[in-house]
C-alpha cells in the first residue's frame, strides 16, 4: 500500500496562502485517483478537492473552497499539490492527502469512509 506524507503546512493570517505538498513512497501516484480532505477542531473528516491520475479533465472541489484552492499533481515527481489563496480562519484543520484507487468516479463517492489510503496530515492554521 501506498504511502503518503503532506507537508507545507503551517500558520498564516486570513487573506494569505499556503502550498501543501504530498509525497508518495512504496508506490506510483500516477496509480491512483488523489484528492484532499481536512478535518477541523471538534468536526467530521470533510471533502476538500480531488484529480484524476492523469491531472486532466474534471476536478472536485468542495463549495466552500471552490475558486480559492487548486490542486495538481505532477505524476513524474509522484507528488500532489494544494494552492491554497485567500485564506479563512474557517480553513483551520489538519489537511490530509488521500487516494481512492484507479478512477475519479462521482463527486459522491469522496467520501471519507471510501478513500484507501491516507497520510498522517499536515496542519494549517489561519489567524484572523
Known amino acids: 500500500q501506498v504511502q503518503l506524507v503532506e507537508s507545507g503546512g503551517g500558520l498564516v493570517q486570513a487573506g494569505g496562502s499556503l502550498r501543501l505538498s504530498c509525497a508518495a513512497s512504496?508506490?506510483?501516484?500516477?496509480?491512483?485517483?488523489m484528492g484532499w480532505f481536512r478535518q477541523a477542531p471538534g468536526k467530521e473528516r470533510e471533502f476538500v478537492t480531488a484529480?484524476?491520475?492523469?491531472?486532466?479533465?474534471?476536478?472536485y472541489y468542495a463549495d466552500s473552497v471552490k475558486g480559492r484552492f487548486t490542486i495538481s499533481r505532477d505524476n513524474a515527481k509522484n507528488t500532489v499539490s494544494l494552492q491554497m489563496n485567500m485564506l479563512k480562519p474557517e480553513d483551520t484543520a489538519v489537511y490530509y492527502c488521500?487516494?481512492?484507487?484507479?478512477?475519479?468516479?462521482?463527486?459522491?463517492?469522496?467520501?471519507?469512509?471510501?478513500?484507501?489510503?491516507w497520510g498522517k496530515g499536515t496542519l494549517v492554521t489561519v489567524s484572523s
Open positions: 512504496g508506490g506510483t501516484l500516477s496509480n491512483y485517483a
Open positions: 484529480i484524476r491520475r492523469n491531472g486532466g479533465g474534471t476536478t
Open positions: 488521500v487516494t481512492r484507487g484507479w478512477a475519479l468516479g462521482y463527486y459522491s463517492d469522496w467520501t471519507a469512509g471510501g478513500m484507501d489510503s
